[in-house]
């Protein structure tokens, strides 16, 4: 399975957890072809009470969006336009981004949010490594987020899956999380128009190798900045894409505390989010990330139940370039509990 190519970008080693990953899938009662037995539950079958909590859900939705948005343009910073004109510019003036704390008393329990992981989104050609199983074409994740839309999922920011985490912040119905590894510049080419368009303004996050900024496929700081000016979430994934869980103690926080300084510069306020390179943590890595100031640090590990105290060890479901729309609904559509009236609590080992 080692693949060299693979391994430089960083793609591909989480297949590692592929055991883990087929255990949970066949766990979900689906099969390799994504047929399950359980079919989405349209929201007219839905009961008045249950239409109403959706409703309140994308009413506070909106209202949190119109205040982000409040905030974002305004506080000091001037209007949208002007954000947009610094970013091209220069040193684009930081968007207003909170200082984010743990809770002094953690209020949350478990939380059932599926954290769905891409890296690449791009076609076929020059360049491009398509027998790696992580490249989904563009036409399939359009399809994929046109699927997740009529179906009410609502994709979330970090900062809101960290307050709902933290402080039981409410979430919209069907919440989703939309995550990136590797930092390419399908993100701006492939993703970015697909999420923010007439149909929707989705907020994602894109996992950047800070050493990596600016060369060859990997996205420069202007495309970066185009993104945050965007409402986009940029993480870590570390300097120079390392499994922190094989590094010394010493390089693992370097890559840790350093890819944070970047990025912190970069962006004009700290980072608090990291998806770790092929999922590769340990319990003292885990604790590393949360001195080295992020609040939440996703594996590859499969799963979609999250709370407050697994925040450095987060699971997220992988969505794979032969993936067909059906085996995505199905993946979603269980993990994320959308079909049953009331989900089975149970704990990610
Ligand atoms: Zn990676």
Redesign the pocket.
Known sequence: MANPARDR???G?NRESDEAYRYFVSGLGIDSTGRTTITHEPEACMPRGARFIRWRGLLVAVLVSAIVWVVGSGAGHGNAQSLRTAAADGPPAPRAYPTLTLPMTPVGGWQRIPVLMY?RVVAPGKGVIFADGYNVPPNHFAAQMQWLQVHGFHPISQIALFDALAFRTPLPSRPIVLTF??GYVDAVHSVLPVLVNAQRHWPAAF?V?TGRIGEGQFLRWDQIHQLELAGMDIGS?TVH?VALGRASRQVATSELVRSAEVLARGLGHPVYWI?Y??GSVTSAVAHEAADAGYLLAYTTHPGMWLRLSMRTMLPRIDVAQQDSLRRFAALVTVASGANSAAPIRRKIP
Do not use: R, T
């Open positions: 970008y960083g793609v080693a890296h590894d590797d996992f190798i994934h894409h998806a390179p092929y």
